[in-house]
Each structure stands twice: as C-alpha cells, then as structure tokens.
C-alpha cells in the first residue's frame, strides 16, 4: 500500500463504534465522585451597579457547600487576549447574564434553590445597546478602568483604539486609495447588517474543576486547553504547571468552545470546598450567556474603471463587540476574517476600516471562519449590485475581477491560492447557469476564499512489539476528524494499514499545542503527522513496520517525535451557486438545489471532508434564512433551540459539491483546510439568488420572507392582506 | 417531595426503583442509571438528543418524568444493535456525535414499524433530531442505506 492509494480510500473513524454505541463520554458524562454542582445568580439588567449582595438565606440552605461573590474574587477577569471579563462582577454588570454570585451545592436542584434564595440589589444605569451610541464622543465608557486590564501571550501591548468603547480597531491601506477612486469610471456604495448569531454546538459548555494537592485538575468542554490553562494561570495567579486541563470528548464547537468562562470560578469553590465542582451549561444559558458570532453593520465603496474592473475599495466595518472582548482570542481584538474585504478578487488600491465595540450586549466571540460570513455577504452582495447597475451579468463581472495568480489582493498580497474563475466556472455549469427559468426562480453566486491555519505542534509516534503505532497528540477531535486525520497520515506516510495506528489524546501535561481553530488541525497536526512519520521511517533504516516491530523485546518501543511549524501561506477556496424560488405573493424563499465547487487540494478523510463540506453549507444556510439571537433591551429573545431557529433535515436542499483542485495546497501531500470554507459564500448567494428571482434586494440577514417582500420591486408586490374579489 | 416506585424494563433488563415525583426520565437515566449514551442537550424537548424509545416509540426523556414511563420498555443507545449504526460510520452520519444516539434511535424506531419507509418519510420523521455538524446529508445516506441494505 503506498501512500495516496490509502488516502483515496474511504475512511472509518477512529470514534465511529464509541459514538453509535453511546460509548463516547462527553464532559457531561464523566463520573466525578463527589462533585458539588455550581449555580451562578446572573444579572437581569444589561447595565446597572451592584449596590448589595445578600447571601444569607443561601448559605444556610442544607446541601449548600459554599457561596461566592464578587467581592470574593475583586480585580479577577478572565479573557482569551484581553482579560476584561470579571469571573464573577463586583461593582458592575455589563450584560444580562453577567455573573454576581456563585453557588457549589450537593445538587443541581440544591444549587438552583440557593441561587433563588440571594438577592441582589442593582441601581439601574442607563445601557449602551448600540454601537453608534457607544461610539458617540460623550458615551458613557463601559470599561473605565480598561488600560489596567491584562493582554495576554506578551507580545506587545493592547493596540491604541481611537475611542475608549473600542475593543479594537484598525485601519488598513495598500495603494493611492484616493488616487485610485479618483479614476474610477463609476462607484458605487453600499450598507448591510448582519445580526448575532450562535455557534449552537448542540453539546452545551460543561467543565469540573478540582484541587489536587498542589494541582488545579480541570477537565472542560474548550477545544484549546493549552490556551485554558495559560488563560486561569494569568486570571488566578496560579502558575502554569500546577493547572492541567483535560477534555472529554468534545460535542460540536464552531468556535465557541474556545472560550470558557466557568472554569475559574469553579477553582475558587472547589478551593473553599475541597471537593470537585462541575457545571453542565444549560442551554438557555448557552444561548443568552456565550459568546455569538458579532452583529455587524458594513458600508463598502467600489470604484470600477470603463470595463467592470475594480480599480479601488473601501469599506467600514462595525461589529457589536458587546460587555467584553474576553471572546477574541486575536492580537487585535477585532474578528480578524472581517476586516478585508472583497477576498479573492484583484484590488489594486484599498482601505479597510474595522473595529469591534463595547456595548451592554451579549459579549462577541469566534465562531467558524470569524468576521468573514459578515464581510463575504456584504463584498459577494456588493459585487452583484454593481454587475446589475452596470448591466453585466453577477458572473461575468466576477470573472473580470478574480484574483489570479500574483495579482494585488484587497490585503495588498499577492493572490497565493486556488484557480477561482475556474471555481466559478464549474459551479455555473453545474447549475446549469444559462437555462432559462420560469418567473419567481433565479440563481446566485458567491465565493469563497478561507486561508490555511499556520503554527505549530509536536506530535509522538510509538511503535511496539505487536506492530501497532500509538500517535500523542494535545489536539482533541471535536468532531472535525482530527485524530483520523493523524492516523491516516501516519499510515499512508509508513504504508501500513490505518487500523495498525491509533490516536492518543494527552492533558496539557503532554507537549504544547495549540488546539482546533482557525483552520489550523489540516497543515499544522496534519503537518505533524507527517514530520512524525517521516522520522519513524528514518529510523528504521530500510526495514518494514512489521520487521522492526519483531525485532523489539518485551516492553520495547521505537519511539520518535517531531515539532513541526506550519508557515506557509494558502488558501482554499470555493464558489457557490444556488437556485431559489421565490413566492412574490408571501416573500417565502425556498432554495431548490446548490452547487458548491471547491478545492482544498489533496483530500486525507473522504467522508469527513464531505461532511465539512455538506456541514459547512448547512451552517451557512441557516445563518442565510433563519438564525437571528435578537436582543430586545440587551435580553436575548431566543432563549432556547425552540425560538432559535436552526436549520432542520426539512431545510435542506440537494446538494452538489464538486472537487477541483490543483493539488499544490501548502499542508501534507498537498491537503488544504476545509472547516470554515464553505459556510460564509451561502448567505451572499441565496441574497443574490433572490435579487435574480423577483428583484428583491435584502441588504440585512437574515433573508426573511418578510424582508423579501418589503423589498420587492413596486409592480411585483401585490397588497397583503385579505384579498377581495 | 413524594418518593414513586416504578418498574420498568431498560434495553430488556428490569429495573425496579423509587424516584421522587419530579425526577426527569433523561436524568434517572444518566444520573442514576449510569446510560450517559441518551445526551441532554436543549432540555425543551426540541433538539432530540434525548431521543430514547418508549415501547417502541421515539421519546424526548427530557420531557419525560420518571414515573411516566411505570411499566413500560425503555430502549436506548446503549441496548441498540442495528445496521444503522455501522451505515453512520460509513456514510458521515456523525462528526462531534452529541446527536448520533438520539438519531439513531428516532431513525431505529422508523424502520422497525416501517421498513420501506420511503425517503421524505425519513425525511420528515427525522426533523425532531437537529444535528449542527453534516448538514444532515450524511444522515439521511446513513438511514437510506441501512433501509435498502435490510
């Protein structure tokens, strides 16, 4: 077996049997024996100063084993960059939801007495629920004591930001921008807004936090607990090895899981009890507690020159921040995927203007391919506005303007990456674009640009005396296929049946690694694998797996380890094309078929690169038609999975994916990421889909029938309402 | 609170114990009962996690109380043996796996009274089960192969 013939074949997961027999045990199912369940009292007013706690009655409730506030932990906020998020809050709330107290009792029903049992008592402020109001120059400042506040991983200090309810902001030029708009034959400008929306990993956050002598043991649903550990040494002024994080298995995480915020107050009640203390999420709290994908508002300038071709951009992006930036775990603490607009396409002169801001909403974090669905629905809209106004067709202006290999992208980068006007090409041909369609239906596109993760890992390979490899590795597989993504490299690398190499997880005791995220698991533990295994090989020397497992003695192993650093830089890349129905009486939007053509280089796991794939589009559709976590006065309307509307089997149309590829991407034999690939092109075109059925224009996800026919062309749009005859 | 013996009997085993009126069928059944397979995931009984059968019939045990189910047979993850579950692995019917178990049994449910069951009746009978990873292609292979291969 050589090689590629391995990774052309299907795979079967390594967490197949124990996840469809029940096996698998999530955090939530770990047995911890005598564990005390924490309750937390959160605030009902997203701003408003804490005038008196009183525990009292909570604390003399039997089975109540210890109650905390916040002046218990005064001056302790967590945070994956910036650490602004108190573990429990002590003069102020900033959110509904905000935490004041926390309680460790024998039971959940215990726990949820006692938080009933302490009263609170607020003087109401005056919120800031919008950006333009908190950016306005006598806003009131949400964080005033923000430059004392802790920026982790040392390199460099929090970026200036021009007003203090910025939790980042950047401006970015490449070219004359001025010069070049100057030029430009027509511009054209435009605004869209996207609304929060969550992660929904359907597996609710769960941790259990222990003290073990003299270490912090902590076993947590986040999917970087390298970065967890660091995180609670800097908020808990513990140091770093005394803490080890642990996962279980991970239940879905889409970004989401890379905050945490439970664990640090679970050490301080298990410090006070002496006992384990554990908190499952529930899933309300999920939803109006945890970190969503940020509410954007973005305005985008184009200049075109005779012929269609961009000659300069601009764009103003605002994303709701909300009470924290603890969510954000990047330099700038902005959702870096939004910043650049108009990916993919040759930008010869550009200016970007981003910035993240506070404001007495839910707090902001990362979510799958963070800032860029945002950034890809306004860019992919924009360019269909401008195909219509200068009487081209969406495709062919799109072809005008793709980057190619070397041409200046919006970033002021060359184009490194994909062929995409053959991306494009294929999905309209797919589609069968130029068929003509009955009154009501159209068709749209979008692409799709994501670059490869970069960084770096170690992972271990073991071979014993029976001939099986043991890979160590400190990534989890939250469900991406990361573990059978190791394993399928190791075997193809050394030419041994996968079923020979099993994946082994290790705590944070293990070596350091980064965990899932940022398209990173692909190149990076992909990378390592590789590196792994190409070292194993060396060190047989010519002889076979199975040779040099026979010559070992009881108890030996071969052992080899590789750190491998991911530098290089790519991207994957996709184009969308999809059909949809429109009903011009109602504004109902049905979409009938999609094709996604992709390339992510060398495929590793056949079935689960579809899965990604066919995942990824789902999730983008959802956020297209259903998904808005509205806030009504800073409370989160869609409190559970009944009022938060997530796509259903019902929901989804046929898809086709189809796979190009020029087989040079930057990670092992050639393989580029896929996880955040797909999702951010889908709302862009079924908004463009729309427009080419019945005219209709909608410039806010998401894409609702009501938008629908609010903004349907005047002759198109019948009067609602009863009709007589 | 008032303490209730029930007796029923889980994946064929009988099970005879007193619960307090309020207890959740999802909780006796990780809590007490050690099935951690049967996940807790929205709690409203929307998302279909929980999905266990009740004599038969697929079930949300988060909306379940305990004494509900007094005499009735109690299938979950962990009781289940079927071309189903083998059909996921290959097909791409899970990736995290939080919602395999509650899809597996909805779906085990249907082809047991309903062998043929024709695709839009996969279909519509899975739409108590979300699944947030594959986009549910992968499931209703998954299911659709399992049926044809029976």
Same mark, same amino acid.
């Given at each position: 077996?050589?090689?590629?013939?391995?990774?052309?074949?299907?795979?079967?997961?390594?967490?197949?049997?124990?996840?469809?027999?029940?096996?698998?045990?999530?955090?939530?199912?770990?047995?911890?024996?005598?564990?005390?369940?924490?309750?937390?009292?959160?605030?009902?007013?997203?701003?408003?100063?804490?005038?008196?706690?009183?525990?009292?009655?909570?604390?003399?409730?039997?089975?109540?084993?210890?109650?905390?506030?916040?002046?218990?932990?005064?001056?302790?906020?967590?945070?994956?960059?910036?650490?602004?998020?108190?573990?429990?809050?002590?003069?102020?709330?900033?959110?509904?939801?905000?935490?004041? %107290?926390?309680?460790?009792?024998?039971?959940?029903?215990?726990?949820?007495?006692?938080?009933?049992?302490?009263?609170?008592?607020?003087?109401?402020?005056?919120?800031?629920?919008?950006?333009?109001?908190?950016?306005?120059?006598?806003?009131?400042?949400?964080?005033?004591?923000?430059?004392?506040?802790?920026?982790?991983?040392?390199?460099?200090?929090?970026?200036?930001?021009?007003?203090?309810?910025?939790?980042?902001?950047?401006?970015?030029?490449?070219?004359?921008?001025?010069?070049?708009?100057?030029?430009?034959?027509?511009?054209?400008?435009?605004?869209?807004?996207?609304?929060?929306?969550?992660?929904?990993?359907?597996?609710?956050?769960?941790?259990?936090?222990?003290?073990?002598?003299?270490?912090?043991?902590?076993?947590?649903?986040?999917?970087?607990?390298?970065?967890?550990?660091?995180?609670?040494?800097?908020?808990?002024?513990?140091?770093?090895?005394?803490?080890?994080?642990?996962?279980?298995?991970?239940? !879905?995480?889409?970004?989401?899981?890379?905050?945490? +915020?439970?664990?640090?107050?679970?050490?301080?009640?298990?410090?006070?009890?002496?006992?384990?203390?554990?908190?499952?999420?529930?899933?309300?709290?999920?939803?109006?507690?945890?970190?969503?994908?940020?509410?954007?508002?973005?305005?985008?300038?184009?200049?075109?020159?005779?012929?269609?071709?961009?000659?300069?951009?601009?764009?103003?992006?605002?994303?709701?921040?909300?009470?924290?930036?603890?969510?954000?775990?990047?330099?700038?603490?902005?959702?870096?995927?939004?910043?650049?607009?108009?990916?993919?396409?040759?930008?010869?002169?550009?200016?970007?203007?981003?910035?993240?801001?506070?404001?007495?909403?839910?707090?902001?974090?990362?979510?799958?391919?963070?800032?860029?669905?945002?950034?890809?629905?306004?860019?992919?809209?924009?360019?269909?506005?401008?195909?219509?106004?200068?009487?081209?067709?969406?495709?062919?202006?799109?072809?005008?303007?793709?980057?190619?290999?070397?041409?200046?992208?919006? +970033?002021?980068?060359?184009?490194?990456?994909?062929?995409?006007?053959?991306?494009?090409?294929?999905?309209?041909?797919?589609?069968?674009?130029?068929?003509?369609?009955?009154?009501?239906?159209?068709?749209?596109?979008?692409?799709?640009?994501?670059?490869?993760?970069?960084?770096?890992?170690?992972?271990?390979?073991?071979?014993?005396?029976?001939?099986?490899?043991?890979?160590?590795?400190?990534? !989890?597989?939250?469900?991406?296929?990361?573990?059978?993504?190791?394993?399928?490299?190791?075997?193809?690398?050394?030419?041994?049946?996968?079923?020979?190499?099993?994946?082994?997880?290790?705590?944070?005791?293990?070596?350091?690694?980064?965990?899932?995220?940022?398209?990173?698991?692909?190149?990076?533990?992909?990378?390592?694998?590789?590196?792994?295994?190409?070292?194993?090989?060396?060190?047989?020397?010519?002889?076979?797996?199975?040779?040099?497992?026979?010559?070992?003695? +009881?108890?030996?192993?071969?052992?080899?380890?590789?750190?491998?650093?991911?530098?290089?830089?790519?991207?994957?890349?996709?184009?969308?094309?999809?059909?949809?129905?429109?009903?011009?009486?109602?504004?109902?939007?049905?979409?009938?078929?999609?094709?996604?053509?992709?390339?992510?280089?060398?495929?590793?796991?056949?079935?689960?690169?579809?899965?990604?794939?066919?995942?990824?589009?789902?999730?983008?559709?959802?956020?297209?038609?259903?998904?808005?976590?509205?806030?009504?006065?800073?409370?989160?309307?869609?409190?559970?999975?009944?009022?938060?509307?997530?796509?259903?089997?019902?929901?989804?149309?046929?898809?086709?994916?189809?796979?190009?590829?020029?087989?040079?991407?930057?990670?092992?034999?050639?393989?580029?990421?896929?996880?955040?690939?797909?999702?951010?092109?889908?709302?862009?075109?079924?908004?463009?889909?729309?427009?080419?059925?019945?005219?209709?224009?909608?410039?806010?996800?998401?894409?609702?029938?009501?938008?629908?026919?609010?903004?349907?062309?005047?002759?198109?749009?019948?009067?609602?309402?009863?009709?007589?005859? | 609170?008032?303490?209730?013996?029930?007796?029923?009997?889980?994946?064929?085993?009988?099970?005879?114990?007193?619960?307090?009126?309020?207890?959740?069928?999802?909780?006796?059944?990780?809590?007490?009962?050690?099935?951690? !397979?049967?996940?807790?995931?929205?709690?409203?009984?929307?998302?279909?996690?929980?999905?266990?059968?009740?004599? !038969?019939?697929?079930?949300?045990?988060?909306?379940?109380?305990?004494?509900?189910?007094?005499?009735?047979?109690?299938?979950?993850?962990?009781?289940? %043996?079927?071309?189903?579950?083998?059909?996921?692995?290959?097909?791409?019917?899970?990736?995290?796996?939080?919602?395999?178990?509650?899809?597996?049994?909805?779906?085990?449910?249907?082809?047991?009274?309903?062998?043929?069951?024709?695709?839009?009746?996969?279909?519509?009978?899975?739409?108590?089960?979300?699944?947030?990873?594959?986009?549910?292609?992968?499931?209703?292979? %998954?299911?659709?192969?399992?049926?044809?291969?029976?």
């Amino acid at each position: 077996m050589t090689g590629p013939t391995i990774l052309d074949r299907p795979e079967r997961r390594l967490d197949g049997d124990e996840k469809t027999t029940g096996a698998a045990k999530y955090t939530a199912d770990l047995e911890v024996p005598g564990a005390l369940q924490a309750a937390f009292v959160r605030s009902p007013y997203p701003h408003a100063r804490i005038v008196s706690v009183d525990t009292a009655r909570a604390r003399s409730l039997a089975g109540v084993r210890a109650v905390l506030t916040g002046a218990d932990v005064r001056g302790q906020r967590l945070g994956r960059r910036l650490q602004d998020w108190p573990v429990l809050c002590w003069d102020r709330v900033l959110f509904v939801g905000d935490r004041v %107290a926390a309680v460790a009792a024998d039971t959940r029903e215990i726990a949820d007495d006692a938080v009933r049992l302490i009263s609170v008592e607020y003087e109401e402020l005056s919120p800031l629920l919008d950006m333009d109001e908190a950016l306005r120059p006598d806003a009131p400042v949400l964080h005033p004591d923000g430059a004392s506040y802790r920026f982790l991983e040392g390199r460099g200090e929090r970026p200036a930001v021009p007003h203090p309810n910025h939790q980042g902001h950047v401006l970015e030029t490449h070219g004359d921008v001025d010069a070049a708009f100057a030029r430009a034959a027509r511009t054209f400008e435009h605004e869209f807004a996207t609304p929060r929306i969550h992660q929904a990993a359907l597996e609710p956050r769960a941790a259990v936090v222990w003290v073990e002598g003299d270490r912090v043991r902590v076993v947590s649903t986040n999917k970087a607990p390298f970065n967890l550990r660091d995180q609670m040494a800097a908020t808990l002024g513990l140091s770093k090895d005394r803490i080890v994080v642990d996962n279980g298995t991970i239940g !879905g995480d889409f970004g989401g899981k890379g905050l945490s +915020t439970d664990e640090f107050v679970l050490y301080h009640l298990a410090k006070a009890t002496g006992r384990p203390v554990r908190v499952v999420t529930r899933y309300a709290d999920e939803l109006t507690t945890t970190n969503p994908r940020h509410a954007s508002r973005i305005r985008l300038r184009t200049g075109v020159d005779a012929d269609g071709r961009i000659v300069a951009h601009e764009s103003h992006a605002l994303f709701d921040g909300g009470a924290y930036a603890a969510g954000k775990p990047t330099a700038r603490l902005l959702v870096e995927g939004g910043v650049e607009t108009l990916e993919g396409y040759r930008v010869p002169a550009a200016r970007h203007e981003a910035a993240t801001v506070y404001t007495n909403q839910v707090p902001g974090g990362h979510m799958r391919a963070p800032g860029q669905p945002q950034n890809v629905f306004a860019s992919e809209s924009h360019l269909d506005l401008i195909a219509r106004e200068l009487g081209i067709t969406p495709l062919e202006l799109r072809r005008r303007n793709v980057a190619r290999p070397g041409d200046p992208t919006t +970033t002021g980068e060359p184009w490194h990456g994909p062929d995409l006007a053959a991306l494009l090409d294929r999905a309209a041909l797919d589609i069968d674009a130029d068929r003509p369609r009955p009154g009501g239906r159209g068709i749209g596109f979008a692409l799709g640009v994501r670059h490869v993760g970069r960084g770096s890992t170690t992972i271990s390979l073991r071979l014993g005396r029976d001939g099986t490899i043991e890979a160590r590795t400190g990534v !989890g597989d939250q469900g991406g296929g990361q573990h059978t993504l190791i394993q399928r490299i190791v075997a193809a690398t050394l030419g041994v049946d996968p079923v020979t190499v099993r994946v082994r997880r290790l705590s944070t005791e293990g070596p350091q690694d980064p965990g899932i995220g940022g398209s990173r698991v692909t190149p990076v533990h992909g990378g390592a694998a590789l590196a792994a295994a190409q070292a194993l090989k060396e060190k047989l020397g010519g002889r076979s797996v199975a040779e040099a497992a026979k010559a070992l003695g +009881t108890g030996e192993e071969i052992v080899v380890s590789a750190k491998f650093d991911a530098t290089a830089s790519d991207h994957g890349a996709c184009a969308h094309a999809i059909e949809v129905a429109v009903d011009v009486d109602t504004g109902a939007v049905r979409v009938l078929a999609a094709v996604v053509a992709v390339d992510v280089g060398q495929v590793i796991n056949p079935v689960g690169l579809r899965g990604q794939l066919e995942g990824g589009f789902v999730y983008g559709l959802g956020m297209a038609l259903f998904e808005d976590l509205a806030l009504e006065d800073g409370r989160v309307r869609a409190a559970n999975l009944g009022d938060y509307k997530l796509p259903t089997i019902a929901d989804v149309p046929p898809l086709r994916i189809v796979h190009l590829s020029d087989g040079h991407g930057v990670g092992p034999y050639g393989a580029r990421s896929a996880g955040e690939l797909v999702n951010p092109g889908v709302p862009a075109a079924v908004a463009n889909a729309v427009q080419d059925a019945c005219g209709s224009r909608v410039h806010t996800l998401p894409i609702t029938a009501e938008r629908v026919w609010n903004a349907l062309p005047a002759p198109t749009r019948r009067p609602s309402g009863p009709v007589r005859s | 609170m008032t303490q209730h013996r029930i007796r029923f009997t889980l994946n064929g085993a009988a099970v005879d114990l007193t619960v307090p009126a309020e207890r959740l069928l999802v909780d006796l059944l990780r809590d007490d009962l050690g099935k951690t !397979g049967t996940k807790d995931g929205c709690s409203v009984g929307v998302c279909g996690l929980c999905t266990v059968q009740v004599d !038969g019939a697929p079930m949300s045990a988060c909306l379940l109380l305990a004494t509900q189910i007094d005499g009735a047979a109690i299938r979950t993850v962990e009781g289940l %043996a079927s071309p189903l579950q083998e059909a996921f692995i290959s097909e791409g019917g899970f990736q995290c796996g939080i919602c395999t178990s509650g899809q597996l049994m909805a779906a085990d449910a249907l082809l047991r009274v309903k062998p043929k069951a024709t695709d839009a009746e996969i279909r519509d009978w899975q739409m108590g089960n979300l699944c947030r990873c594959t986009g549910y292609y992968g499931i209703e292979r %998954a299911i659709f192969k399992a049926r044809d291969e029976r």
